[in-house]
């Protein structure tokens, strides 16, 4: 027989909503149109111990709790959980699904940029870094050092994360606007682009994309991702003085500065309301999912718009190709490195596809806000602009292909 304890703790786990998830469960709670309640059984032996009964009505949901015998020992109870808390939680739900129309929106936003202009031209370029501020924010605000504990625990992989951001995808960046210029002829200022691109951090949609595919592997995704994101305040700037420096002026000491701002403090304050107001924060986090999206949007869909006559012309389409063959090397370079390295590990595919997503997918833009503050010439813009919309098509393409395989 079950203890008033386990009867406690089931009430409130259904309140709390979070039966779905809970393994003992095998059916969600029926609702009708109606007020019949229309009886469904369901094992939760885990929990208390006997099988429940649940019923759904126009008003509420009752959950009746049925010993196994027909003993009068025992006197069925119920939980009520109202329709107020229900909707709710519903309105929740949609608003922290939102992500999941992240590549439909994408796709909109550049088809959009590129038939009207205008559309987007009002987002200019004062409004990208605190526009990357707001996306850091939210990736602060959603962050948390436990789920991180076990990621922590496989350095070596993180290890080939950081350097397959940091070595591998540099030196991408440095063939193909090497060849930007030398090979096709483009100005400068575009191979420029090309290798700011291949210098920043790790992009937060990788953690998505993983998340998409292996959702145990999320958490590792994360910690390659803020590892790249909090040293990019030094790297970034010291790979783009290595390797555009002999080409372009760069600044150094503006660009720590910049990344400081857009990347550290925006992810530091997040955190740190996270751990000082968890209720504020809990209250406001379903929120954020539908502006990031909103918001990322704008962040692709402006600099193609404000850059559409250098994008459609002819040298915009050989940096298109360029760019999407720099990706396309960067997604297999990450792929093949971690399928070489980790041949042995029972997760070894999981691992190459999250280590390809990790190379292939990096913060453009914070390539666009660097290129748009610190190079006088647009066409530096270029590149990171385009970048943002393929590597997202690109990654996401990823996803149905090796989910599709998974099947």
Not at 90 to 109: E, M, Q
Not at 192 to 209: E, R, W
Request: include cysteine; aromatic fraction near 10%; glycine fraction near 6%.
């Amino acid at each position: 027989m079950a203890s008033s304890s386990n009867l406690l703790h089931l009430s409130i786990q259904l309140h709390r909503r979070h039966y779905q998830s809970h393994p003992s469960f095998s059916s969600s709670l029926p609702r009708t149109s109606s007020s019949s309640l229309l009886p469904i059984k369901c094992q939760c032996s885990r929990t208390v111990g006997f099988p429940i009964v649940k019923f759904g009505s126009f008003r509420n949901v009752v959950v009746k709790c049925v010993p196994n015998d027909s003993s009068d020992a025992f006197q069925p109870e119920s939980i009520v959980i109202s329709e107020e808390v229900e909707k709710t939680e519903g309105l929740y739900d949609i608003l922290s699904k939102a992500n999941s129309f992240l590549p439909h929106i994408v796709l909109a936003s550049t088809l959009l940029a590129l038939a009207y202009p205008p559309s987007f031209t009002w987002f200019t370029n004062r409004y990208y870094a605190p526009a990357l501020g707001f996306l850091m924010f939210a990736v602060g605000l959603n962050s948390s050092e436990k789920d991180f504990l076990e990621a922590f625990k496989r350095p070596a992989i993180i290890c080939a994360g950081y350097i397959g951001q940091f070595v591998v995808k540099p030196l991408l960046g440095l063939i193909f606007g090497t060849i930007a210029v030398t090979v096709f002829g483009l100005p400068t200022p575009a191979g420029a682009g090309i290798m700011l691109t291949s210098c920043v951090s790790g992009a937060q949609l990788s953690n998505y994309a993983t998340f998409l595919t292996d959702p145990a592997m999320a958490p590792l995704s994360i910690v390659m991702t803020s590892l790249s994101t909090a040293s990019a305040t030094f790297v970034t700037p010291l790979l783009s003085l290595l390797l555009i420096g002999k080409r372009l002026p760069v600044d150094v000491k503006g660009m720590m500065t910049s990344i400081m701002q857009i990347v550290v403090v925006p992810i530091a304050t997040g955190l740190l309301l996270n751990r000082l107001f968890p209720k504020f924060c809990k209250a406001i986090r379903p929120f954020l999912p539908p502006l990031s999206v909103f918001v990322t949007s704008l962040c692709v869909g402006a600099p193609l718009a404000i850059n559409i006559k250098a994008v459609m012309s002819s040298f915009g389409v050989t940096i298109l190709f360029l760019v999407i063959m720099f990706h396309l090397s960067a997604f297999i370079a990450g792929y093949m490195m971690s399928g070489f390295v980790f041949h042995d590990a029972v997760d070894a595919k999981a691992l190459q596809r999250t280590l390809s997503f990790e190379t292939g997918m990096q913060s453009s833009l914070l390539g666009l806000a660097l290129a748009n503050r610190f190079f006088e010439d647009p066409v530096v813009a270029v590149p990171p602009a385009i970048s943002t919309v393929i590597m997202s098509l690109m990654g996401f393409a990823l996803v149905m292909l090796w989910a599709k395989k998974k099947e």
